[in-house]
C-alpha cells in the first residue's frame, strides 16, 4: 500500500451535504453551503469578515487588488516558502522583496525590519509554515510601524494559534487554503478573511468579475475575477470543518510518533513560545543528504517531499532584492517533509522510521 504524504481524509458527512447541495439545484458559486462555510470559517476563527473562493491564491490576488498595490509597488515576501505566496504580487505588476526566515524557519522580523526602512514595500505577505505561527505579533507591530499592510499567507496553518489569537486574523487580510493535501480539503479551495468591512466588500466586488450593481444588464466599470468557490464544493468543506479539532489532536499525534522514533536521528521544526500549531506536515532536517531519504522512501511506495525551495534561489527570482543571512537555504538543503496524512497508525510511523533510519 503507498503511503502519500498529505492525502484527503473526509468526516463521513461530505457525501450528505452535497446531496442537499444537488437537492437544492444550487451548484454554481452561490447557494446556502457557501454561506453556512464562510459562517463557520468566521466562527471558528473569530475573523469578522470571510470569502470563500476557488483557492487561497485568489485570496491573495484579491487582497493585493483591493489594497491599490499596482506596478511600480514593492511587496515583502516570506523567502521560504511555496511560490503561490509571491506569484499574486507578479500578477499585479510590483515588485517582491524577499525576506529569509530565522532559525523557527519563519519569516526573520530582523532582515524585515531592514527591508522596511531601505525599501518602503506598501505591503508585507507572510507565511505561517507547514502549520507553525510566525512571530506574527513582532511582524504585525513592524508593519504598524513603518505603515505596510499585513497579508498572512495561513494556507497551511488553519487551527494554529499565537497568545491564543488564530492565525490568519492579525494582519487586514489572511487566506486559508483548502486544496487537497491541506488539514481540510474541498479539493480545491480557499478562505479570504479580513478586518475591514469595506474593504471585504470590494474583495467580494472583485471575485464575481466586477459587476455593477442595479443594472438588468451586466454592466462594468473595472475588471474582476472568476473566483468564487462553487457551492457544491463549499459543502465539503462545511463537514470538514466539524472535524479540524480531531485532524489537528491527529497531526499532533503524529508529530509526537516521529520525535519518538527519530529523536537520535533528526532535528524538528519548532514551535514559538506561546504558539500552537496544527503541525499540517512534520518537517525535520538531517545530516545525511534528503535526497538519499527521500529517493529511498519513494522506492518502498514512501512519499515524501523536500522543504520550499527558496524564492530566491528560483530563476524566475534571481532579479529580486533578498534580505536575511541564507537560513532558508541551510533548511532547503538539509530537510525533508515526512508523511503525515490523519489516517496513518504509530506502526505505520515506526516503519517509515525505521527505513529512515537505515540511511541515516
Same mark, same amino acid.
Given at each position: #500500500?503507498?503511503?502519500?504524504?498529505?492525502?484527503?481524509?473526509?468526516?463521513?458527512?461530505?457525501?450528505?451535504?452535497? &446531496?442537499?447541495?444537488?437537492?437544492?439545484?444550487?451548484?454554481?458559486?452561490?447557494?446556502?453551503?457557501?454561506?453556512?462555510?464562510?459562517?463557520?470559517?468566521?466562527?471558528?476563527?473569530?475573523?469578522?469578515? /470571510?470569502?470563500?473562493? *476557488?483557492?487561497?491564491?485568489?485570496?491573495?490576488?484579491?487582497?493585493?487588488?483591493?489594497?491599490?498595490?499596482?506596478?511600480?509597488?514593492?511587496?515583502?515576501?516570506?523567502?521560504?516558502? @511555496?511560490?503561490?505566496?509571491?506569484?499574486?504580487?507578479?500578477?499585479?505588476?510590483?515588485?517582491?522583496?524577499?525576506?529569509?526566515?530565522?532559525?523557527?524557519?519563519?519569516?526573520?522580523?530582523?532582515?524585515? $525590519?531592514?527591508?522596511?526602512?531601505?525599501?518602503?514595500?506598501?505591503?508585507?505577505?507572510?507565511?505561517?509554515?507547514?502549520?507553525?505561527?510566525?512571530?506574527?505579533?513582532?511582524?504585525?507591530?513592524?508593519? +504598524?510601524?513603518?505603515?505596510?499592510?499585513?497579508?498572512?499567507?495561513?494556507? $497551511?496553518?488553519?487551527?494554529?494559534?499565537?497568545?491564543?489569537?488564530?492565525?490568519?486574523?492579525?494582519?487586514? @487580510?489572511?487566506?486559508?487554503?483548502?486544496?487537497?493535501?491541506?488539514?481540510?480539503?474541498?479539493?480545491?479551495?480557499?478562505?479570504?478573511?479580513?478586518?475591514?468591512?469595506?474593504? #471585504?466588500?470590494?474583495?467580494?466586488?472583485?471575485?464575481?468579475? /466586477?459587476?455593477?450593481?442595479?443594472?438588468?444588464?451586466? $454592466?462594468?466599470?473595472?475588471?474582476?475575477?472568476?473566483?468564487?468557490?462553487?457551492?457544491?464544493?463549499?459543502?465539503?468543506?462545511?463537514?470538514?470543518?466539524?472535524?479540524?479539532?480531531?485532524?489537528?489532536?491527529?497531526?499532533? $499525534?503524529?508529530?509526537?510518533?516521529? +520525535? &519518538?522514533?527519530?529523536?537520535?536521528?533528526?532535528?524538528?521544526?519548532?514551535?514559538?513560545?506561546?504558539?500552537?500549531?496544527?503541525?499540517?506536515?512534520?518537517?525535520?532536517? @538531517?545530516?545525511?543528504?534528503?535526497?538519499?531519504?527521500?529517493?529511498?522512501?519513494?522506492?518502498?511506495?514512501?512519499?515524501?517531499?523536500?522543504?520550499?525551495?527558496?524564492?530566491?534561489?528560483?530563476?524566475?527570482?534571481?532579479?529580486?532584492?533578498?534580505?536575511?543571512?541564507?537560513?532558508?537555504?541551510?533548511?532547503?538543503? +538539509?530537510?525533508? *517533509?515526512?508523511?503525515?496524512?490523519?489516517?496513518?497508525?504509530?506502526? +505505520?510511523?515506526?516503519?517509515? *522510521?525505521?527505513?529512515?533510519?537505515?540511511?541515516?
Amino acid at each position: #500500500m503507498k503511503i502519500y504524504l498529505s492525502p484527503p481524509h473526509m468526516s463521513g458527512k461530505e457525501l450528505a451535504y452535497i &446531496e442537499e447541495a444537488f437537492a437544492s439545484n444550487y451548484i454554481a458559486p452561490v447557494g446556502e453551503f457557501i454561506d453556512r462555510f464562510e459562517e463557520v470559517v468566521k466562527k471558528y476563527t473569530k475573523a469578522p469578515h /470571510a470569502l470563500a473562493l *476557488c483557492n487561497a491564491s485568489a485570496g491573495i490576488h484579491l487582497a493585493l487588488r483591493t489594497l491599490g498595490i499596482k506596478e511600480g509597488d514593492k511587496v515583502a515576501v516570506s523567502d521560504f516558502t @511555496f511560490i503561490a505566496s509571491l506569484s499574486p504580487i507578479l500578477y499585479q505588476k510590483a515588485t517582491p522583496i524577499l525576506i529569509d526566515c530565522d532559525t523557527s524557519w519563519q519569516m526573520d522580523p530582523e532582515a524585515l $525590519e531592514i527591508a522596511l526602512k531601505r525599501e518602503h514595500p506598501k505591503a508585507v505577505i507572510v507565511t505561517h509554515l507547514y502549520g507553525q505561527s510566525a512571530n506574527i505579533e513582532e511582524i504585525a507591530n513592524l508593519c +504598524q510601524k513603518y505603515g505596510a499592510y499585513l497579508i498572512e499567507d495561513a494556507a $497551511e496553518s488553519l487551527g494554529a494559534t499565537y497568545k491564543g489569537k488564530h492565525t490568519g486574523t492579525f494582519g487586514i @487580510f489572511g487566506v486559508y487554503s483548502f486544496n487537497g493535501n491541506k488539514i481540510l480539503t474541498t479539493s480545491g479551495g480557499g478562505m479570504l478573511i479580513g478586518k475591514d468591512e469595506k474593504l #471585504m466588500q470590494k474583495a467580494r466586488f472583485f471575485s464575481t468579475q /466586477a459587476k455593477e450593481p442595479g443594472y438588468p444588464w451586466y $454592466e462594468h466599470k473595472t475588471y474582476g475575477y472568476n473566483y468564487r468557490l462553487s457551492n457544491i464544493l463549499a459543502a465539503i468543506g462545511v463537514a470538514q470543518m466539524e472535524v479540524l479539532d480531531e485532524r489537528i489532536a491527529k497531526k499532533r $499525534e503524529i508529530f509526537a510518533w516521529y +520525535q &519518538e522514533y527519530l529523536q537520535d536521528s533528526a532535528t524538528f521544526m519548532p514551535e514559538l513560545p506561546e504558539s500552537f500549531g496544527n503541525r499540517w506536515l512534520t518537517t525535520a532536517l @538531517f545530516e545525511t543528504d534528503p535526497l538519499r531519504i527521500y529517493e529511498y522512501l519513494l522506492s518502498k511506495g514512501i512519499e515524501s517531499r523536500p522543504l520550499w525551495k527558496p524564492m530566491h534561489l528560483q530563476p524566475l527570482c534571481k532579479d529580486y532584492k533578498f534580505y536575511g543571512k541564507g537560513m532558508s537555504k541551510q533548511l532547503f538543503q +538539509q530537510g525533508l *517533509c515526512l508523511p503525515s496524512g490523519t489516517q496513518l497508525t504509530k506502526e +505505520q510511523v515506526e516503519d517509515i *522510521c525505521e527505513k529512515i533510519i537505515t540511511v541515516c
